[in-house]
Nanobody
Framework: QVQLVESGGGLVQPGGSLRLSCAVSGSIFSIYAMGWHRQAPGKQRELVAHITSGGRTNYANSVKGRFTISRDNAKNTVYLQMNSLKPEDTAVYYC???????????????WGQGTQVTVSS
């Protein structure tokens, strides 16, 4: 069993900041790429940021310069620092990870349950 648990969401005013965390636990052999996606009401889920096991990052154009993805491999945790938040950033944020597990002895994509981020005055 593998679990991804997000935390750090909430209500923030425009221009404010939030830091999301996603901790991975379970029968993990290796974690490869990790990422954050979001889904706003009535819209498709979209990639926000992505980080490889080596630390290479990639961002959606809409968040470049405002969001920063990072990871702590010792803690099996990925973070998303969100600054200068805008109302259009309001969405449920999901983390995902490409994981090789000891139970399945296979590599697969796992997702967290999501955390709500609301940007409003």
């Amino acid at each position: 069993q593998v679990q991804l648990v997000e935390s750090g969401g909430g209500l923030v005013q425009p221009g404010g900041s939030l830091r999301l965390s996603c901790a991975v636990s379970g029968s993990i052999f290796s974690i490869y790429a990790m990422g954050w996606h979001r889904q706003a009401p009535g819209k498709q889920r979209e990639l926000v940021a992505h980080i490889t096991s080596g630390g290479r990052t990639n961002y959606a154009n809409s968040v470049k310069g405002r969001f920063t993805i990072s990871r702590d491999n010792a803690k099996n945790t990925v973070y998303l620092q969100m600054n200068s938040l805008k109302p259009e950033d309001t969405a449920v944020y999901y983390c995902n990870a490409d994981i090789f597990t000891m139970v399945s002895r296979a590599r697969d994509d796992y997702w967290g349950q999501g955390t709500q981020v609301t940007v409003s005055s």
